[in-house]
Each structure stands twice: as C-alpha cells, then as structure tokens.
C-alpha cells in the first residue's frame, strides 16, 4: 500500500492505518481549521416511486446500513486526521512539530460513530434549503475526527411520507467534485436496493492502495526517471510558476470592501444562482460545437463582458468616479479555478477506478484576458457617453457594443489557447506540485491569522480596519470558478443502477469512475439484478460551499437538460445586489453570445 503504513492490530478493533497527508490535502486541512472553510454540503430530494411496497427503503435501519457500506467502499469518508502520536494538536501543527495523518481504524468503518448520522423532521423543502443557508455561519460541524457527515430530514406533512431530504457534508481535505459525486451514487444506489444484495467489499488495505496521494501518482514518464531528474523537473516546475505568476499583475473584481483584515476572517458563505431552459441549453451547447470551443473556454469571456456592463452601468450612474474608471479600463481580468487532476495521473491506477476514486484530486488554473471589453464605446467622449442615453440597454452599453461576436470568439479562443498549452506543458505535473505548494502556504497564513483575531477577540481586542483600494493591491483576481460540463453520466438520478449503466455494480464493464467494486461481479451477486427497476428518485439538487475570504466563485454544469449557473461569495466582501445582477448579466451574455445565430449580423457587417 504506497504511503499508507500498519500502526495497530487490535484483537477487537482491528486494524490501523495511517498515512501523512499531501500538499493539495494539507492545504484543505488548513482551510478546515479556518472555521470550515472549503466544506461542501450536499442537498438530495428523493421521492420513492411507489411509496406503499418501497417505504423501507427510506426506514432509518436500510440508511445507516447504506452509510455504512459506503463509508467501507470509501475509508477516507470514515477516516480522522490526527498528529504520530495521537490527536492532532494545534500548537504543534502551527509551530511544525507533528506532521498530520490520515488515520483510517477498520473499527470505525464497521460502526456509526457519535452524531455521524443526524436524524431531523422539517415541514417542507424549503425548510432544508435555509437551514443549509446557515450550517456555515457559527462553530464548524466537522471536525479533524468527523470528516464526513449525514443529515437526514423526514417532512411533518403526511402526504410527504414518500419524500426524503440527505444532506451530505464533507471536509475538502478527503474529497473533491468528481469524489463528491462517487459517494452520492454509492450512497443512493445501496439504499435503493435495500442493501449490499451480495455485493463483495474489497479489503480495507486494497481499497487503501487507492486511495493514496495525488502527487505520489507520478504518471509513467515521470515515474521512469531517475531520483535526481524527477527532483531537478520539480524545481523547474517551480521555477516556471514563480515567472508566471510574478507576470500577473494589476487586475479588478466587482465593487467590493476589503481591508487589511479580510484574508483572516471568516467569510459569509453566500450563494445565488440561475437557469436556462432546455431549449436555451441545447442552442448553447450546440453553437459551442459549432464554433469549436468548450462553454468552459466561452464562461470566462462571457464572465468579463457581463462584469463591463455592471461596472459602466455604476460609472454611467456616477457610483464609479472618473479616476477609478480610467484605472480600470486598462485592467486585465484575471481569473482562476480548480482542474481535475486525475486524467493526468498514473494510467493503470486511472483505469483501475481511479477516475473517480474517493479522495481530493485536483490542482488549479490560472486566466488572463486582456483590458475591459469597451469595443465601440472606447472612443466615445465621457461627456457625451453620459448623455447619450438612446445607445443604453438596462442602463448600460449593450453586449453588442462592447464585445462583437468575432472578438468574443476570439477571447474564448485565447482561454482556450492557454488551456492547452497549460495541459500540455511538459512539466505540467511538476507544474501542478508548485502550485500545490503555494496554495499550502496561503490557506496555512489565512488559517493562522483568523486564529490570532480569535485570540485577539476573546481578549477584548478591537478591529482597526479601513478599506483598501484595488489599486494599492499588486493582483486583484476577477473570480474564480469552472465549468464543470454534464453530470448526468456520474450522477444519474433514478436509483438502483440498471446493469445497463457500466457505473452499476453489477455491471460486467469496467470503467475508470467505478471505484469500490468488484468488476465483473461475481454470478452470486447477480440475482437480485432482476427486480433492479427504478425505485428512488432524485427530484432536485443543491450544493453549498463555505467559501473563502473574498471569494467569487463562478460556476456551471449541466444536468438533466438545463444548463445551470451559480456564484458562491463571501457575503462580507460583496453585496448580494451585485452579485445578482453579474449573474444576471452573464446569464444575458450566454444568451446573445450562445444562445442565438449570429449569421445575420454578419450578413449586415458584410454589407456594410
């Protein structure tokens, strides 16, 4: 078992592992410490298709038996972080005196362990849906203990018997969206066949074996060479993402206020989001394919033209001063976001379920498109550009006039320029590890800090903050975010699995994102396959994420024909009104950009 190591054998208990964490996962750790922040939750409505002969699918027994046999397919879901010698102390982590671990203990994979289930009544949906809004202000629910939890709602409504709410909160350290998704559909699919049915669990210490750090899954290439060049690429690779960083400079973002203290307070975990028709989402995708770009090459384009129509909006209104504007003009955007690290990793381990293995696997990206998308409105006199209201769409220059479509087109090319030679750089791996080893060193400061301000507090310590200018900041990140694409192939939403589906277990293809199962099944788990009609339905969705300080998180994907969008904020940096209404403008965006032929207008260009 790579990284992982025997520390225990107990008559009783059984077995202990423990493994150190990695860069990637360390830095997470820090983030949890920081309040929280970086925990995801997961909101699943279910709905029983026949609730009389199904009811005991949704009885409290069958979920804490599907808890449980997930929680054995995926040990990093019941594992604790704790220091060599025991829990994980602060004062020793903070001053690097003990090295965190994952511990895995075969005991607490077999048991429900103090409040990892919580059972709950609410009298409607939307019920849940607030308290979600809440679960991240106050003391963190998880812990270095309790990484993963499971908060369970029956409705008081008596018509409602055959509804059921799951909340899944996870810690960042142990997991990631693709990982996300594997232990929901584990998860759902065990619960709606009542149990395992005969499945077979793979041993604890082959499930280990692939459940190592990303970083220690050098791909082939890499992994051929000797000690001495494996070391001499990774201080390239760190060398190449100082010089490409050190070349990020200036940048804006929405209005906002920020002060010296804001990297070290908890942030406002805020969230509003939006939604295309399926008419609206299959015209998108198709011009996408049409024009041979992805919607996550077009989102950040179309994410800067909507952040120029709210900012000349406020400058038209005087909110913005002439100075500020002028400044911001010549900014570029610059953005950000997290990639899936897997497809770059070892092959075999890839194929073997690694794809969609239970545990963090991502690095990130870096954008930078050039100055403010002004277009025709460039040349304008200011004077006159404030009278001349007649040319204003909503109180701003409409889309068409600031960005044609020839030179949307061609920023969505440049994001996808840089993708690709992003993906493709021969030292992207030892990229990616630099990477991984600056984010630890932020999300350790920021996790520092906010602990300092609580000691300071609890000492009757006042805050002295002013607001500070962009200007007076070297690099200002216009958000972060990605595309995530469709999710429908790794999330479906009727359950149990048919074998049709090669992610069902008792399916004979194999698959990389089939991690946890036996494939093919062996012909004794294969009976209860015939009565495996659809049972539990997946009515609706959502997701909260405790953001980080300042945080602007732009994201998407698409599920059961619609394409959805959504802005995770902090709530103390950003107001709600802008944020909506830059969602609101991106969403205008997709829509002229994507969702409409442009063949007319350039049949008028032509002429012209």
Not at 48 to 75: C, E, M, Q
Not at 149 to 157: G, M, P
Not at 188 to 216: K, W, Y
Not at 445 to 454: C, D, F, K, P, T
Request: proline share 6%; hydrophobic share 40%.
């Amino acid at each position: 078992m790579p990284g992982w190591k025997l520390v225990d054998t107990h008559p009783t208990r059984g077995r202990t592992f423990q493994r150190p964490l990695d860069a990637f996962e360390l830095g997470f750790l820090w983030d949890g410490l920081f309040n929280g922040t970086a925990d995801n939750a997961q909101h699943f409505e279910l709905r029983l298709l026949d609730r009389t002969g199904d009811a005991h699918l949704f009885s409290d027994a069958n979920i804490v038996n599907a808890w449980g046999s997930t929680k054995r397919r995926y040990p990093l879901a019941g594992a604790a972080v704790r220091g060599v010698n025991g829990p994980l102390n602060l004062i020793e982590l903070e001053t690097g005196i003990t090295e965190p671990h994952f511990v895995v203990q075969e005991h607490d994979l077999a048991i429900l362990r103090p409040r990892e289930i919580i059972f709950d009544r609410v009298t409607c949906a939307e019920d849940v849906q607030r308290w979600m809004g809440t679960i991240f202000e106050g003391p963190r629910l998880l812990s270095e203990e309790l990484l993963v939890r499971l908060y369970v709602f029956r409705e008081t409504n008596s018509s409602r018997t055959d509804v059921l709410h799951l909340v899944i909160l996870m810690a960042h350290c142990v997991t990631d969206g693709i990982a996300n998704s594997t232990f929901a559909r584990c998860l759902l699919d065990t619960l709606a066949r009542g149990g395992e049915c005969g499945l077979v669990q793979i041993p604890l210490e082959a499930r280990l074996a692939m459940a190592i750090p990303s970083l220690d899954l050098e791909p082939a290439h890499v992994r051929s060479l000797s000690p001495a060049k494996r070391r001499w690429r990774r201080a390239v690779g760190m060398v190449i993402y100082q010089l490409k960083m050190a070349k990020r400079q200036g940048g804006h973002t929405l209005p906002c206020r920020l002060t010296p203290s804001t990297p070290y307070v908890a942030a406002k975990s805020s969230l509003v989001y939006t939604t295309l028709t399926d008419a609206q989402s299959a015209t998108v995708i198709a011009n996408c394919r049409l024009h041979n770009i992805t919607f996550g090459n077009a989102y950040l384009a179309l994410a800067q033209v909507a952040m120029t129509r709210v900012l000349y909006r406020r400058y038209l209104r005087g909110e913005i001063t002439e100075e500020e504007w002028a400044y911001r003009k010549a900014q570029p955007h610059i953005s950000g976001g997290p990639l899936n690290l897997r497809p770059y990793l070892d092959g075999a381990w890839l194929e073997r379920g690694g794809a969609g293995e239970f545990m963090l696997s991502i690095s990130f990206f870096y954008h930078h498109l050039p100055f403010m998308t002004l277009g025709a409105t460039a040349a304008r006199d200011q004077q006159r550009e404030r009278d001349a209201k007649r040319f204003l769409s909503d109180g701003a220059p409409p889309f068409a006039e600031l960005l044609t479509f020839e030179r949307f087109l061609h920023r969505a090319g440049l994001v996808k320029k840089q993708t690709t030679a992003f993906f493709s750089h021969p030292l992207f791996f030892e990229i990616a590890h630099a990477i991984s080893l600056d984010r630890l060193e932020h999300a350790r400061s920021g996790a520092l800090g906010w602990m300092q301000r609580e000691r300071d507090s609890a000492r009757g310590g006042a805050d002295q903050d002013q607001s500070l200018g962009t200007k007076s900041m070297p690099i200002v990140w216009a958000h972060g975010g990605s595309s995530v694409g469709n999710v429908d192939s790794i999330f479906p939403s009727e359950y149990p699995l048919p074998s049709t589906n090669p992610l069902s277990p008792y399916s004979f293809a194999t698959h990389p994102m089939k991690a946890g199962y036996v494939t093919p099944p062996s012909p004794l788990q294969l009976a209860p396959e015939a009565s495996a009609a659809p049972k539990i339905v997946v009515e609706n969705t959502r997701t909260r994420l405790h953001t980080r300080p300042s945080e602007l998180y732009l994201g998407a994907a698409s599920s059961r024909g619609r394409l959805n969008m959504y802005v995770f904020y902090d709530g103390n940096v950003f107001e709600e009104v802008a944020v909506r209404e830059w969602l609101d403008e991106v969403k205008g965006a997709v829509l002229f950009y994507l969702g409409r032929t442009h063949q007319q207008d350039a049949g008028q260009r032509a002429k012209l």
